[in-house]
C-alpha cells in the first residue's frame, strides 16, 4: 500500500491592506479553500514564540504547537505585494530560517489547530489563576466565551479573523480589571523617542541655533522682561536706600 503524501507543497501569499500575509494560492486547491486563509509570517511566529515561553511552567507542549502548523519559507517573491513560499520540514522554534506558519484547518472542530487553541487556553487558564487570587476560579469555558464574543464581531462586519489575532487573543488574555502593565517611565519613554533621531553635524546645529522661528517664546518673554526694569530702574534706585531690610530676597519657590 502506498504511503499517503500531502500534495500541499507551495502556496503563493499576499499581503494585505492590513498588513498581515493571506494565502492566494495553493498546490493542492481540491482540500484547501484559500477564502480567508491567513499565514503567520516570521516577525509573527516569533513574537508568538516569545509569548508561549510563559506556558512552559503550565503544561505547554511544544509538540502541540508544532503540530498545528505546516512550515514554509519564501521561494520566490512575484512581485505587486505576492510571495511564492515553498514547503520544508523545519522545527519552528529550532529553525534558523525565516519561516512562515501555516494553521492546518482542515478539520476546523477537530485537528491539530483545534486542539491547539484548546491547549493555549488551558494553558492560559492556568497561569492567570496563578498570578491572580480570584474569588472564583477563571475557567476554561469562560475564557473562551469571551473571546469567541469579540471574534463574533469580525464576522458580523465581514472581516476574516487572522490567525496571529486568533492565537494573540488567547496569549495576552486577561480578565477585566485585572491589568498588569505598568506604564513605562516618562524618561524611558523619551529615551526611546530620541534614540531614533539623526545626529547634527555642527554646522547644522549651528543654522538651528540662528533660526529665528525655533526660538523659545519665553525668549520674547526675558526680552519684554528687560525693557520693563530699565523703565522702572530709576524708581528703584531712589527708593533703595529706605527700603534696605525689605529688599533683602527672598527665596525663589517654583511655580507649580
Known amino acids: 500500500m502506498a504511503k499517503p503524501t500531502s500534495t500541499l507543497e507551495w502556496c503563493i501569499v499576499r499581503l494585505g491592506e492590513d498588513h498581515n500575509w493571506w494565502v492566494a494560492e495553493t498546490s493542492d486547491p481540491?482540500?484547501?479553500?484559500?477564502?480567508?486563509?491567513s499565514?503567520?509570517?516570521?516577525?509573527?511566529?516569533?513574537?508568538?514564540?516569545?509569548?508561549v515561553e510563559a506556558l512552559r511552567d503550565y503544561g505547554f507542549d511544544q509538540d502541540v504547537f508544532e503540530s498545528a502548523f505546516i512550515s514554509f519559507r519564501i521561494d520566490r517573491d512575484l512581485g505587486s505585494g505576492k510571495v511564492r513560499l515553498k514547503r520544508v520540514k523545519e522545527s519552528l522554534f529550532e529553525?534558523?530560517?525565516?519561516?512562515?506558519?501555516?494553521?492546518?484547518?482542515?478539520?476546523?472542530e477537530n485537528g491539530p489547530y483545534a486542539d491547539l487553541l484548546d491547549h493555549l487556553t488551558r494553558c492560559r487558564v492556568k497561569l492567570l489563576n496563578d498570578l491572580f487570587d480570584f474569588e472564583a476560579k477563571l475557567s476554561v469555558d469562560e475564557v473562551e466565551d469571551e473571546i469567541r464574543e469579540d471574534q463574533n464581531a469580525h464576522f458580523i462586519e465581514g472581516r476574516a479573523l487572522h490567525v496571529f489575532e486568533e492565537l494573540g487573543a488567547i496569549l495576552d488574555y486577561m480578565?477585566?480589571?485585572?491589568e498588569t502593565d505598568?506604564?513605562?517611565?516618562?524618561?524611558?519613554?523619551?529615551?526611546?523617542?530620541t534614540d531614533d533621531l539623526p545626529e547634527l553635524d555642527e554646522d547644522e546645529e549651528e543654522k538651528l541655533k540662528n533660526d529665528a522661528s525655533l526660538k523659545w517664546d519665553e525668549d520674547e518673554d526675558s526680552d519684554d522682561d528687560d525693557e520693563e526694569s530699565g523703565e522702572g530702574k530709576d524708581k528703584e534706585d531712589s527708593d533703595e536706600e529706605g527700603e534696605e531690610e525689605e529688599a533683602k530676597p527672598r527665596k525663589r519657590t517654583k511655580k507649580k
Open 95 to 108: 529553525s534558523d530560517e525565516k519561516l512562515f506558519a501555516l494553521p492546518d484547518v482542515l478539520d476546523e
Open 182 to 193: 505598568e506604564e513605562q517611565p516618562v524618561k524611558d519613554v523619551v529615551e526611546e523617542d
Open 39 to 51: 499565514i503567520i509570517d516570521p516577525r509573527q511566529l516569533s513574537h508568538l514564540i516569545e509569548l
Open 30 to 37: 481540491v482540500r484547501w479553500d484559500v477564502d480567508g486563509l
Open 175 to 178: 480578565p477585566a480589571g485585572h
